[in-house]
């Protein structure tokens, strides 16, 4: 017996079930197909473009490609401020889980390396709701590490940058510093922002599950990395002369200095120091007091510093000459009914005489015989009252008033630096005059190689002549011979200006200055010093501030390798040294 | 006829495994490359951050007190310095 099945005769196979039922099947299986094919076409063809972006949103992302901020380096390439990594730390509240005991001793060691109060810590992570909460920011990259070796569930950290200032507080003023977004905020880290700060990059990637990069898509924008700048800064004459500015000031219980270093052929910044300063890297508590630039955003009344550019313009034009002779008996002279004083009564002196004892008698004598419109133009052409070219943040231009509004007096008071203002800055620049045979000079804080080319305001023969009485000034019987400094010949003018305080002259407060140049024949640089309330006693500018001038050429001068151009007796002692064999 | 239909299969098989290996060598080699540039910048970082680091370590301050803390040196002034002249003419600074 056959044992298969006869599918036509078998009873139990016999359909009773209508044909429209098995049609019905296919033709809805035949639509089932159908609506497959539809989808795949909407899918492959009509929706194709949101469908690849829908991809995409979920594997493709634009990667930032950060540009390093550039770097800030001294003259001989010395780093003033470079960008490091640095850890920021942050956390969600919510997924920290502090009712654990061992969570909480991990936070209480994070508190410890955090150097943070666990209080404050406390506090930060208690709003619940919020998401994000920063802890600290910039840490140490070190610091980081450990934080992160802690491993505390809700705590992590991102990698910012951060600048380091290498040189502290003796360049503070001059680099400047920036903000926690790198972005910069005083100085020349504010001034060049944009040639440091680069412009970050950006590149399309598809990622896969485990957030490895696998394939680049579309264009990759590299960074474009920040310019590194070269400023005329030279870190050791920076520090030296913030060293010997900050003991001086110290010692003389003064309120505050600036000291500048012009070099006198190219008319570089060498250094450019303030006291009361602070550290770059530890910002908290700063006052404006410190953080003012005084060298360059602060105008005071030169004084007697002023009245080299008063004989210069005498000498100019002819109306005296060195060996001239001035009365300045008795120390006394009356215009339009305001007297000016000398301290002293020097009686008759030479023109030379005038600088080296600074007379106001004799310099306001000499100034009356020139019409105000000429000492003006000398004036402005030495820069007073100009805004300096030097693109620094706040750099002010001090004050000259239109020689049309000048009474008698003011001429007379200008002639020996009242009544007009002046930074420090501008005072060490105006300067390059004398030490640039009567050519005023550009100055720079950028590195240049070029003798710059100045605009005459004197002939070689006036600056010359001014030169010497400079150096007279600063020698035996002059104001100012505290500026004398070892093997090197040195010219300069003290000067001592009250402090104006509100509309009048206060009583016991003044400044001392002094501005000066070594060596003298040919000088190869400018110093210029300003000591702000010195209240330890002594108050004048040949007393306080030719110190620091005497201290700091000296410093600069070997550092450059400038050979003495006086005879020094030598204390070069030959000790016969046994040695040991 | 099949026989040619056959060699096209078999040839379209094999460019199409080749296609696949490529494209797994490519996005590994990619990876690599990824890897090996994230590296070099976080090695040129970690120079920058030495170098700041030496720097750091050689300031003007740190130098002086050093010197003069440790080594008993005493700055120099011209009365200490012998000069001598330099045979290949001046110099320039």
């Given amino acids: 017996m056959s044992r298969s099945v006869l599918y036509t005769s078998s009873p139990l196979l016999a359909s009773k079930t209508p044909v429209w039922r098995s049609k019905f099947i296919v033709a809805m299986i035949a639509l089932g197909f159908l609506g497959l094919v539809g989808r795949a076409a909407y899918v492959q063809v009509f929706g194709n473009a949101f469908f690849q972006r829908q991809g995409e949103v979920r594997f493709a992302r634009t990667l930032e490609l950060p540009a390093n901020r550039g770097k800030i380096v001294d003259r001989n390439g010395l780093i003033l401020a470079s960008s490091v990594p640095a850890a920021s730390i942050w956390a969600i509240p919510e997924d920290v889980e502090q009712d654990k005991p061992e969570v909480r001793a991990k936070l209480r060691q994070l508190a410890k390396l955090l150097d943070m109060p666990q209080a404050e810590l406390q506090r930060r992570l208690a709003d619940e709701d919020k998401t994000f909460v920063w802890i600290k920011r910039q840490l140490d990259w070190g610091l980081g590490q450990q934080i992160a070796a802690l491993d505390i569930k809700g705590i992590y950290q991102r990698k910012e940058y951060k600048r380091q200032y290498p040189e502290g507080e003796a360049a503070a003023h001059v ?137 210069g313009l005498a000498l100019e034009s002819g109306r005296v000459r060195p060996d001239t002779i001035i009365d300045t008996r008795p120390g006394r002279v009356t215009i339009t009914g305001s007297t000016i004083s000398d301290t002293h009564d020097y009686g008759v002196l030479t023109v030379e005489g005038v600088i080296q004892k600074s007379s106001n008698v004799g310099t306001t004598k000499i100034a009356m015989q020139m019409p105000a419109r000429e000492m003006w133009e000398t004036f402005s052409a030495a820069g007073f009252g100009q805004k300096p070219q030097i693109g620094f943040p706040g750099a002010i231009s001090g004050r000259l008033r239109p020689y049309k509004t000048w009474r008698p007096v003011e001429q007379a008071t200008m002639s020996y630096g009242y009544g007009l203002s002046a930074s420090l800055f501008q005072m060490a620049r105006s300067y390059t005059v004398f030490a640039n045979g009567g050519r005023v000079i550009p100055a720079t804080l950028l590195k240049t190689h070029e003798t710059a080319v100045g605009v005459p305001v004197f002939s070689e023969r006036t600056a010359d002549q001014v030169r010497k009485m400079l150096q007279m000034a600063a020698g035996p019987g002059g104001t100012g011979q505290k500026a004398q400094t070892l093997g090197y010949s040195v010219g300069g003018k003290s000067g001592t200006a009250r402090k104006q305080v509100g509309k009048s002259y206060a009583s016991g407060k003044y400044r001392a200055w002094f501005t000066g140049m070594a060596p003298i024949d040919k000088p190869r640089i400018i110093v210029a010093v300003m000591i702000d309330e010195p209240s330890n006693g002594v108050f004048y500018g040949g007393a306080v501030a030719a110190p620091v001038f005497s201290e700091v050429v000296q410093q600069t001068l070997r550092m450059m390798g400038v050979q003495p151009d006086m005879a020094v007796k030598p204390q070069i002692v030959a000790d016969t040294v046994e040695e040991s064999l | 006829m099949v026989r040619l239909n056959i060699m096209l299969l078999v040839a379209v098989l094999a460019s199409a495994l080749y296609l696949v290996h490529t494209q797994y060598e490519s996005r590994r080699l990619f990876t690599e490359l990824d890897r090996a540039t994230v590296e070099a910048r976080r090695l040129e970082t970690e120079h920058q951050r030495l170098e700041v680091e030496k720097r750091a370590q050689a300031t003007p301050l740190r130098v002086e007190k050093l010197a003069q803390g440790k080594l008993n040196m005493r700055t120099a002034t011209p009365a200490i310095t012998q000069y001598v002249a330099d045979p290949q003419g001046e110099r320039k600074p």
């Fill in chain 1, 175 to 311: 680099v400047g510093f920036t903000n926690v977004e790198d972005h910069g905020q005083e100085g020349m880290e504010l001034a060049f922002d944009k040639d440091l700060a680069g412009k970050p990059g950006s590149r399309r990637v598809i990622k896969d599950r485990l957030g490895r990069v696998v394939e680049g898509v579309g264009e990759t924008v590299p960074p474009v990395d920040g310019k590194d700048m070269q400023l005329s800064i030279d870190s050791k004459v920076q520090f030296f002369a913030y060293q010997k500015l900050r003991d001086q000031v110290l010692a003389h219980k003064a309120k505050a200095g600036s000291v500048v270093v012009l070099d006198a052929h190219t008319g570089e910044l060498l250094a450019l120091a303030n006291y009361p300063s602070y550290v770059p890297d530890k910002r908290q508590n700063l006052t404006g007091e410190q953080l003012r630039n005084r060298a360059l955003t602060d105008v005071f009344e030169p004084g007697s510093t002023m009245k080299p550019f008063t004989i």
